[in-house]
């Protein structure tokens, strides 16, 4: 765990605990000091990322009194988790895009009996049997967690000024990694807080949701596009380390899209009328396929059916339709 540090005289880096997750901790942004504090993501819903958020706001001369604000970049438990907590006991504002805001106030994303049915019949329809969607989806309990994101009181759109004193931080819209996924650009230092959308070594997760099921990655692309040309001279991730080089970065991940793109079509093309849940199994991982259990295998299929819609969309394959598509190859 690196340990928060100052990075300007307003502006520190608080990292905060994610339990039992490979990326071990998400990067807190407090812009401001002491009193007035503003937080930019906030750590999972847990005691252990509560206790590493306070410690680090110690070390930054604050409190969870002082904070003022909440931005969420996304609605994902490791960014929002703790923004009701915090509201709670300081009276803070929670600010989110207005995509954000309406996928977490949908009812199976309110109530967990629903989330986890909907979550299962969602995994069916991209192939996976009833067995099967019924062993990776979390339990009712499991879900819990992430069907109490705390609502926000405001809402932040492409080009809004964030309400930070002393601050132009202004809201970028970069649909992809969720639909209302933000980051924010410091317009006077130029920095570039990027959430998930860009990270140093990573690419980060693009997937049909069961809120958003069409073309997550045409939008990430677009996102990537937009983001790349930025007046930036260093990025502030919401995971692993800053760095520089922005468009460098912003082309690598699109050319790492664009090869995933070619090994699926190759996949569709050897197995014609297959399903994402099937065409994930012959995909390239960073582990092997058996070792994808779980929510990580969720992932892995939901990442597929957004190369699998892109493809579509370039006209290159074509679905079956029915409420269970396969795919093939358009000769
Ligand atoms: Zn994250």
């Not at 192939?127 to 609502?151: H, I, K, M, N, R």
């Not at 677009?222 to 502030?236: H, I, K, T, Y």
């Not at 793109?261 to 050897?270: K, T």
């Amino acid at each position: 765990m690196p340990p928060a540090e100052q990075l300007a005289s307003d502006l520190w880096s608080i990292p905060v605990t994610i339990p039992n997750n490979p990326l071990r901790y998400v990067n807190c942004y407090g812009f401001g000091t002491g009193a007035g504090l503003v937080l930019l993501d906030t750590g999972w819903a847990s005691e252990e990322s509560w206790r590493a958020l306070t410690a680090g706001l110690a070390t930054a001369g604050a409190a969870v009194t002082d904070i003022r604000g909440v931005l969420v970049s996304h609605l994902h438990l490791d960014h929002s988790g703790l923004a009701g907590r915090i509201r709670q006991e300081s009276g803070a504002w929670v600010a989110m895009h207005p995509a954000e805001h309406a996928a977490i106030a949908r009812p199976d994303y309110r109530d967990a009996a629903l989330a986890v049915r909907k979550e299962a019949e969602f995994l069916r329809s991209l192939g996976a049997t009833a067995a099967e969607a019924e062993d990776v989806v979390e339990t009712e309990e499991e879900f819990a967690p992430f069907c109490s994101v705390a609502l926000p009181d405001r809402e932040l759109s492409d080009g809004d000024l964030a309400d930070v004193p002393g601050w132009r931080l202004r809201a970028v819209h970069t649909p992809g990694h969720t639909p209302g996924h933000l980051c924010f650009a410091d317009e006077r230092a130029r920095r570039l807080f990027a959430g998930d959308h860009i990270l140093p070594r990573i690419t980060p997760n693009v997937s049909v949701q069961r809120a958003d099921p069409v073309d997550p990655l045409r939008d990430y692309l677009r996102s990537l596009d937009r983001v790349g040309p930025m007046d930036v001279d260093e990025v502030f991730p919401a995971h692993e380390w800053r760095f520089r080089g922005l468009a460098g970065r912003a082309k690598a991940i699109a050319a790492h899209h664009e090869r995933r793109l070619a090994e699926l079509l190759g996949a569709i093309e050897r197995m014609p009328g297959a399903t994402p849940w099937e065409l994930a199994g012959q995909l390239t991982w960073s582990r092997p396929w058996d070792a994808y259990s779980g929510r990580m295998r969720i992932h892995a299929v939901t990442e597929t059916a957004a190369h699998v819609h892109l493809l579509e969309r370039r006209g290159l394959v074509r679905s079956s339709g029915g409420p269970v598509p396969g795919y093939r190859r358009i000769p």
